[in-house]
């Protein structure tokens, strides 16, 4: 399918920094080209945004020149290239897409069903990947992507980022500090942290499914089929998508899906897990439908080393400190058991510095601070915390060849086949 926008579209608009004379060259400063923080369109990263709802149209905001946007509702890629300039292409194809030279990076803001398939053609297609949390729907998903992303040698990155900057939730401070206790063994070991409202996080359970859905006729301008993509084919109703798909098994997992990974990602990186998972998975939920997904009450990940991560969905634990440890604890606004904290937080040295500037990445072809690396291994948290709550029952997994030990069940939900013709 054509591009809905046609025109020549050039690599970038080069500009010439000097000017031949009868003598020489005259060197044009580039300030003077275009003012304080000027940046030539030579110099300049381009950029295309696959996804274009409402997280979509925001990421037209992230850094980078924006050539080309895509979108398989057209209601939605109207929207999007009446925001842009008029050099911006619309593509109903991310394919299509991929196969231009002149785009550098690939943001994919699309439904997590979606994910892994448009990163790994992203990757094989030569572009680096900014692409929405979670990073997979699935176990299986993640280490495909991670397996590519390595091979072909691109950058990648997620787009939650309390590891390396923001405050982080209600705490009144990066997780920087918090990270520094937990490296110099200042709460002792093993550690045991809690994740609920009381600690300032919302697990956003009206993320919930509908089981009273009917089917709907498809709108003229979405193509369902081409939505639906991998996940299995289930009738159309405007609940299962864009706005309200977080609450479907088949696309996402609720607010474990929609949260987990900024929750997560930097309990990960506190506790220096960034290359291992838990081993131990309980969960106490109520029954899950096998379509939409529920609440639960809590839920248990341990690791080897005795380390625990506890999600609180009840928020029974009001009184538990976020991050536990023999040797004390650490609440919201690093508030602690330990005497004169912060003073001795200033003496000790800083955790060691990640590039947190994608584009400087993409540049530098230096690793991103939240990459497909650990990026993978703060999803597989959000996906054995899935896992547990759909089958609601203990778990055990192997960090290793990241599979559950004596469970074919669980093994098929953390490798679910992609509906015909996808596959990764």
Known sequence: MKSMQQGTISRRSF????????TGFTIIPRRLLGGPGYTPPSDELTKA???????????????????????????????????????????????????????DIVHIPTPPHWHALIAIAAAKAGKDIWCEKPMTRTIGEGKALAET??????????????????????????????????????LGWPLTVTVNAATGFNWKFFWSGRTDLTPQRVPAELDYDFWLGPAPVKPYHPHRVHSSFRGYWDYDGGGLGDMGMHYLDPVQYILEKDDTSPVRIAADAPQQHPDACGSWRRIELTYEDGCKIILDGDNTDTAAPFISGPEGSLWPGLRSDISHLEEKLARLPDPEPRCIDFHEAVRTREKFALNEQNGHRSCTIVNLAKTAVQLNRPLRFDPVS??????????????????????L
């Open 49 to 103: 945004v696959i996804g274009v709802g409402s997280m979509g149209l925001g990421h037209l905001n992230y850094p980078g020149r924006t050539l080309a946007v895509c979108d398989v509702d057209e209601g939605h890629l109207k929207n999007a290239l009446s925001r842009c300039q008029s050099h911006v292409a619309g593509y109903r194809d991310f394919r299509e897409l991929l196969e231009r030279k002149d785009i």
């Open 402 to 423: 990241q599979t559950f030990i004596d469970d074919a069940e669980a093994n098929r939900l953390a490798c679910q086949p992609l509906r015909a013709p996808w596959r």
């Open 149 to 186: 992303v390595g091979k072909t040698g691109r950058i990648f990155r997620l787009n939650t980022w309390f590891r390396f900057t923001d405050t982080f939730y209600g705490f009144g401070t990066t997780v920087k500090p918090v990270r520094k206790a937990v490296e110099h063994r200042l």
């Open 15 to 22: 500009l010439k920094g000097a000017a031949l004379t009868g």
